[in-house]
C-alpha cells in the first residue's frame, strides 16, 4: 500500500511522463509507440489524484467509468481491484485507455486542470488494463440465475456493438453479434493502427466478451445474408451498430489513377490484411518515395505515419486550413511532428496529375488564406488567386471523412434515416422510429470517437433492458 | 464452416470447387460474387458465384490461377477449410421476361458467372442465345451447363479448334447483323478488354448491354472504395453499386489501368511462392 500525500503535495507533483520509442526509431516500425506505466510510475500519477466528490472527471466520460475509485484502488496497489472497478461499466479499457480524446472528456474536466496538469487518467486506464491481461485476470463469470431467455441481435462489432454486447449479456441476454469483415473490432482493428493500438490488444478484450457468452458472427454481411427485416422477426431486439464506413473523395480530376487511395483503403490493407509485411502476408500496398495525405483528422494522421512507416522518404499532409483548425488530436499532430511529418497548411488540393500508365506523378495544390468564418465558426479557407503549384508525389491518400453506408438500412424497413443516410435514433436511449431496433454509434452521429460509441452502445444496452423487462 | 466439398481441374488454369456454405447459398442470387481468404496470412479474393444449392447448402466457384492466391486456393483439397468465406456481396443482376431475345456472351473464365444470369433468365421464360469463348478447345468450360441454361448455344474459339474461329465480340456482331430487331438485351462477362468489344458491337445497333466489372477489391461492402470504376462520367463503387453495369457508360480503360496496379509485388509474390512451395 503506497502512502496517500496531503493535497499541497499533490499540486507539486509534475504529471508523470509516459515513456516511448525514439521517434527515429520508431518510424522503423510498427510497434506500438507509448511503453505504458511501469507500477511505480502508474502509483505515484495516482497518488496526485485529489478523490473529488462529486468527480468531475466522470461527468466527462460517456462511459461512466469509476475513476476516482480505481484510481484509489492503484494507490492501495490492488490492480485487480482496480480492474474490476473499471469493467463494472466499460468493456475496452486497453482500447480506450489507448485512444479515448482523454484532453476533452474525462481529463478535460479534471479539477487539477486548474493548478497545473490533469491526472492522466488514460495512461492510468491502460495500465490497469494491461496488467490485468498480463496476469491473466479475467472477469467473473456471468451468473447463470440471471438468464432472461430473450435474444439480441447486434449489427456491427466496432466499439458501439461490443459495448452493447458486454452489458447485455452481463444483464443475462442472449446475445448474437454479426460482422461484416472477418474479424470483429470495427475501427479498431482495421482503421487505428498498430502503433498506436496493436491489434493483439483488441483480440484480447473481444475475446473476454466472447467468454461472457456473446457469439460473434463473423463474414456475416446484414443486407445481403439476412435482412434487417429478418432479424427483428427473430430476435427480440435489434441494435444496429454498423459504423459509417464509406469513404468520401474530394471530386477533383486524377482521383481514380493508380496510387490513390482512400484513408480507409490504406489502413485497412495495412492493419486488417497486415500489408506491413508483404510478401509475408498476401495483400500487397503501394508506399511510394513521396507520399501526400489529404486531410487534418486523426485519420489523416494515421495514414501519413504509415505510410512514413512504409518507407516514405517524405510524407506530407495537405491542409486547407490553418494548424490551429487542425481537427486531429494535439497528441497525434505532436507525434506526426516528432516522427519528420511535412505539413503543408492553408493548402488546397485541385488535381490529381498522372502518367502515361495511369499512375500518380503529381498532385496540383493552390494556397490558401483565411477569410470570414463560417456557419461552424471557422474562418473559411478561400483560394489566393495564382498560387498554383505542382507537387511530385507517388501516392495520394484522401482522408477527408466517411459517409454512411447503405447496405444495412436499405434491408431494414420502418427505421428512419436522415438525409445523409444516417439512422435517426433518440441520444438518449438509441430508439430508432422502430419499436424492435435501436442504433448507435457512428451510424448515428457521423464519424465520432470510440468512447462516444462505447456510449451510444451502453445506452441502447439500458434501453433495451428496459423495454424487455417491461414486456 | 466453408469447407471445400468437390475440386475439379477443368484445364491447366481453371478449377471449379463446391464450398459448404448454408447460409450463403440460401440468400444468393445470380449477379453475386463471395470473397473468400483462403488461409490465414491470404488476401481477399472476390469470385462470382457460378452456381448454388440451397437444398445441399453449397456455392459453387470457378477461377482461373492467375497469381499467387489463386494458385495457393487451387492447391487446397477436399476436406480443406477455406479461412475466410462471406457473401453473397453485390446485387443481382436485373432478371426479367423480355418479350425479344436475350444474347449472354461469356469470355474465358467469364463463362462461370454468364451461366447463374442465363439459367435465371431462360427459368423466366426468356429465349436465351448464349455465345461462349475461349482462346483454344483445352479452355472452354461448362459447355454442357450452358446448353442446358439456353435455347441456342453458339462455341466460338480463336484458334478454330472448336466451334467458330474468332472473338466473341465478332460472333455478336454477326448475331446483331441479321437478328438486332429480335434483341431486347445483352449481358456480356469476362476480360475488360472482351467487354469492351462487345460494348463497341452492341453500340453499333444500339442495344442495351450488361457488363459485369472486376476491379481489384478489398472489403467488397462499400468501405474502402479500392474498387472504385467510372461509369456514365461518375465514380461508382464496384462491390455496392455494381458489379453489373451498362456496358456503353463504363470507362473500360481506366479499369484496365487500376487492375494493373499491383504487377509488380504480385509477381513477386507469385515468385517467392512457387519458390518456397518447390514449384517450377
Ligand atoms: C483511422 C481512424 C482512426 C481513428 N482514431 C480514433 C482515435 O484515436 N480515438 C477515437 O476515439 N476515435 C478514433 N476514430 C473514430 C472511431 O474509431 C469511431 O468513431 C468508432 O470506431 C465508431 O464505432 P462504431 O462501433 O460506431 O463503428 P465501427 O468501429 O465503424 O464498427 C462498425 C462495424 O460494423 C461492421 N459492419 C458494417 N456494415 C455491416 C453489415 N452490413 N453487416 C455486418 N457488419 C457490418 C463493420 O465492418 C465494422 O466492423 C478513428 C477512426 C478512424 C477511421
Ligand atoms: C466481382 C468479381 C468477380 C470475380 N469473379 C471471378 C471468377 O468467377 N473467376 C475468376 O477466376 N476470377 C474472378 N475474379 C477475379 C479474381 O478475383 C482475381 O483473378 C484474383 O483476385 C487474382 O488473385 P491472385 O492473387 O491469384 O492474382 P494476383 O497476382 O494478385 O493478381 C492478378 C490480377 O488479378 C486481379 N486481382 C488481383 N487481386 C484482386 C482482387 N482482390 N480483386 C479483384 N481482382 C484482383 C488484378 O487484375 C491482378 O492484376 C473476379 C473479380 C471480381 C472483382
Ligand atoms: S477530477 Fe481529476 S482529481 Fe478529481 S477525481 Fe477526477 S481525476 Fe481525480
Ligand atoms: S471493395 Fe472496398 S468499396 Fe468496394
Same mark, same amino acid.
Given at each position: ?7 499541497a503535495e ?33 502509483i ?18 460517456p ?147 466472447k467468454?461472457?457468452?456473446v ?78 495525405v ?29 494548424r490551429?483548425?487542425m ?6 499532430i ?7 511529418i511535412?505539413?503543408e ?16 506523378k ?8 483565411l ?83 462505447v ?17 | 464452416? $466453408?469447407?471445400? *466439398?468437390?475440386? &475439379? ?7 471449379s470447387? @463446391? /464450398?459448404?456454405?448454408k !447460409? ?18 491470404g488476401?481477399?479474393v ?8 440451397k ?9 482461373q ?8 486456393l ?10 475466410s468465406?462471406v457473401?453473397?456481396?453485390?446485387m ?19 463463362i462461370?458467372p ?22 483454344? $478447345?483445352?479452355? *472452354?468450360?461448362? &459447355? ?8 441456342? @448455344? /453458339?462455341?466460338a474459339? !480463336? ?5 467458330k ?13 441479321t ?34 466489372l ?7 461492402t462499400?468501405?474502402?472504395g479500392a ?7 461518375k ?42 512451395e518447390?514449384?517450377?
Open positions: 500500500m503506497a502512502e496517500r500525500i496531503k493535497p499533490k499540486f507539486k507533483r509534475d504529471r508523470v511522463p509516459m515513456k516511448e520509442q525514439d521517434p527515429k526509431e520508431r518510424v522503423k516500425n510498427f510497434n506500438e509507440v507509448p511503453y505504458g506505466y511501469s507500477l511505480e510510475e502508474a505515484k500519477e495516482a497518488q496526485r489524484c485529489l478523490q473529488c466528490k462529486p468527480a468531475a472527471c466522470v461527468e466527462g466520460c462511459a461512466d467509468v469509476h475513476i476516482p475509485q480505481f484510481i484509489d484502488k492503484i494507490i492501495d496497489e490492488d490492480i485487480e481491484a482496480a480492474f474490476k472497478e473499471i469493467k463494472i461499466t466499460n468493456a475496452l479499457p486497453a482500447v480506450c485507455g489507448r485512444v479515448c480524446p482523454q484532453e476533452e472528456q474525462c481529463e478535460g474536466n479534471c479539477v487539477m486542470n486548474k493548478k497545473g496538469k490533469p491526472i492522466a487518467i488514460g495512461r492510468l486506464e491502460r495500465f490497469v488494463a494491461d496488467w490485468a491481461r498480463e496476469h491473466g485476470i479475467v472477469d467473473e463469470d456471468i451468473d447463470e440465475s440471471q438468464k432472461k431467455g430473450k435474444k439480441v441481435a447486434i449489427v456491427g462489432s466496432g466499439p458501439a456493438g461490443l459495448a452493447c454486447a458486454a452489458d447485455l449479456a452481463k444483464l443475462g441476454y442472449d446475445v448474437t453479434v454479426f460482422e461484416a469483415l472477418h474479424k470483429p473490432g470495427g475501427v479498431l482493428i482495421y482503421g487505428i493502427p498498430e502503433f498506436r493500438l496493436p491489434k493483439s490488444i483488441v483480440n484480447y478484450e473481444v475475446e473476454q466478451i467468454k461472457m457468452g457469439k460473434i458472427y463473423t463474414d456475416y454481411v446484414i443486407g445481403y445474408i439476412k435482412t434487417v427485416d429478418e432479424l427483428v422477426e427473430e430476435y427480440d431486439a435489434v441494435f444496429l451498430a454498423n459504423g459509417a464506413g464509406a469513404p468520401s473523395f474530394l471530386g477533383i480530376p486524377g482521383e481514380n489513377l493508380n496510387g490513390v487511395y482512400s484513408a480507409s483503403e490504406f489502413l485497412t490493407r495495412s492493419n486488417l490484411m497486415r500489408a506491413f509485411d508483404f510478401p509475408e502476408f498476401d495483400t500487397p500496398i503501394q508506399a511510394g518515395k513521396r507520399v501526400v489529404i486531410g487534418g483528422g486523426n485519420v489523416a494522421m494515421d495514414a501519413v505515419r504509415t505510410a512514413k512507416r512504409l518507407g516514405a522518404e517524405e510524407a506530407i499532409i495537405v491542409y486547407r486550413r490553418s490551429a483548425e481537427p486531429a488530436r494535439a497528441e497525434e505532436e507525434h506526426a511532428e516528432a516522427e519528420g511535412r505539413f497548411l492553408l493548402t488546397n488540393p485541385i488535381r490529381v496529375i498522372g502518367d502515361e500508365n495511369g499512375n500518380v503529381g498532385l496540383e495544390c493552390v494556397r490558401m488564406e477569410g470570414e468564418p463560417d456557419e461552424s465558426g471557422r474562418r473559411r479557407p478561400v483560394p489566393i488567386e495564382g498560387s498554383n503549384f505542382v507537387m511530385d508525389v507517388d501516392n495520394v491518400i484522401v482522408a477527408i471523412g466517411q459517409n454512411a453506408n447503405p447496405i444495412v438500412a436499405r434491408s431494414a424497413t420502418g427505421v428512419e434515416t436522415n438525409k445523409w443516410g444516417y439512422f435517426v435514433a433518440d441520444e438518449e436511449t438509441g430508439k430508432t422510429t422502430h419499436p424492435k431496433v435501436w442504433a448507435g454509434g457512428d451510424i448515428v452521429t457521423g464519424a465520432a470517437t470510440v468512447i462516444l460509441a456510449g451510444a452502445g451502453k445506452k441502447a444496452a439500458k434501453s433495451i433492458h428496459e423495454t424487455l423487462s417491461a414486456q | 464452416m $466453408a469447407r471445400i *466439398l468437390k475440386k &475439379e481441374q477443368w484445364s491447366d488454369t481453371i478449377f470447387m @463446391l /464450398i459448404e456454405a !447460409d450463403v447459398a440460401k440468400a444468393s442470387k445470380a449477379g453475386q460474387f463471395i470473397i473468400l481468404i483462403p488461409k490465414e496470412h488476401e481477399r472476390p469470385l462470382t458465384i457460378a452456381d448454388s444449392s437444398d445441399e447448402g453449397w456455392v459453387q466457384i470457378v477461377f490461377v492467375v497469381g499467387k492466391s489463386t494458385l495457393e487451387s492447391r487446397m483439397n477436399e476436406g480443406d477449410e477455406l479461412y468465406f457473401g453473397p456481396l453485390g443481382p443482376s436485373e432478371v426479367e421476361k423480355f418479350s425479344g431475345k436475350v444474347i449472354m456472351i461469356g469470355g474465358g473464365i467469364g462461370a454468364i451461366h447463374p444470369i442465363a439459367k435465371t433468365l431462360k427459368d423466366l421464360g426468356n429465349h436465351v442465345v448464349s455465345i461462349i469463348g475461349a482462346r483454344t $478447345a483445352d479452355l *472452354l468450360i461448362m &459447355e454442357d451447363k450452358m446448353k442446358e441454361a439456353s435455347t441456342e @448455344l /453458339i462455341v474459339t !480463336d484458334d478454330g479448334s472448336k466451334g474461329k474468332g472473338f466473341v465480340n465478332m460472333v455478336l456482331e454477326e448475331l446483331l447483323a437478328e438486332a430487331d429480335n434483341v431486347d438485351r445483352i449481358w456480356a462477362i469476362g476480360p475488360p478488354i472482351m467487354m469492351k468489344a462487345c460494348t463497341e458491337s452492341a453500340k453499333k445497333f444500339n442495344k442495351p448491354i450488361i457488363v459485369s472486376n476491379p481489384i477489391m478489398v472489403d467488397g462499400g468501405m474502402c474498387c472504385r470504376v467510372t461509369v456514365g462520367g465514380t461508382k463503387f464496384a462491390c455496392v453499386d455494381g458489379p453489373e453495369f451498362d456496358g456503353a457508360l463504363v470507362d473500360f480503360d481506366e479499369l484496365m489501368a487500376r487492375q494493373r496496379q499491383y504487377k509488380e509485388q504480385e509477381q513477386k509474390a507469385l515468385e517467392l511462392y512457387k519458390a518456397k518447390g514449384l517450377a
